[in-house]
């Protein structure tokens, strides 16, 4: 079993919807990025979590560290939002370990 | 400022050949590591380098290797490669080796195909 799952693995939704990406981790973790990357490979880091909430643009993260759970959710969506969306976590052993990634897919 | 930079940007090798790809991280940043993407595998981490000495590393065999130089541009190698080992190779850097300032910039990456 992976340490790091993400949910749903793929997601198709209409342009103007409101997107929930999960990530949830099995092991103790320090730090957190959601990383997107669009087709190409290209990898961009759009936030780091540590505890809390991070709001940029129409892009917000949570982390529960508790909970051993975090969400990326994205309002008002738009076809150029159309990535792979890839949670990676640096556990206790200080090692960084990937979710396999969500490929959202927003119709215009 | 210029991003991380990687090259070559795509390379062809014949198995039991050795490769060495190199990355330049942002100005500034002493931080660098290394990832291997494949489509079965998705991401997975190779090693960590801050101010030239390898931090920690990933499951991988040691004929990957990497180091870092004193301007804190890094290399990797893989030695004797197999087809196994074609992927895309990212790397990224950071000012910090924790993530504790938030920061991660990743370079467009090394494709290497196996033949």
């Known amino acids: 079993k992976n340490e790091v799952e993400q949910s749903p693995q793929n997601l198709t939704a209409q342009e103007g919807e409101f997107i929930t990406i999960n990530c949830s981790y099995s092991v103790g973790i320090s730090a957190l990025h959601w990383l997107q990357q669009h087709p190409g490979g290209g990898i961009v880091s759009l936030f780091m979590l540590s505890s809390g909430k991070k709001k940029h643009g129409r892009l917000i993260a949570t982390i529960n560290i508790q909970e051993k759970h975090s969400s990326l959710h994205i309002t008002a969506s738009h076809p150029r939002d159309s990535a792979v969306y890839i949670c990676a976590a640096r556990n206790r052993d200080d090692k960084i370990i990937f979710g396999k990634g969500t490929r959202l897919h927003i119709l215009p | 400022k210029a991003g991380v930079t990687q090259t070559p940007r795509y390379l062809i090798k014949t198995r039991g050949q050795q490769v060495t790809l190199s990355c330049s991280p942002i100005s500034g940043h002493r931080s660098v590591s290394w990832y291997q993407q494949t489509p079965g595998q998705g991401l997975q981490f190779l090693f960590e380098y801050f101010s030239e000495t390898q931090r920690n590393k990933g499951n991988f065999p040691g004929r990957f290797s990497g180091r870092q130089f004193s301007n804190s541009r890094s290399e990797m190698n893989v030695s004797t490669l197999e087809l196994g080992d074609s992927a895309l190779y990212l790397c990224?850097?950071?000012?910090?080796?924790?993530?504790?300032?938030?920061?991660?910039?990743f370079g467009e990456g090394s494709r290497l195909t196996v033949l």
């Open positions: 990224a850097s950071s000012l910090d080796p924790g993530w504790f300032t938030g920061e991660l910039f």
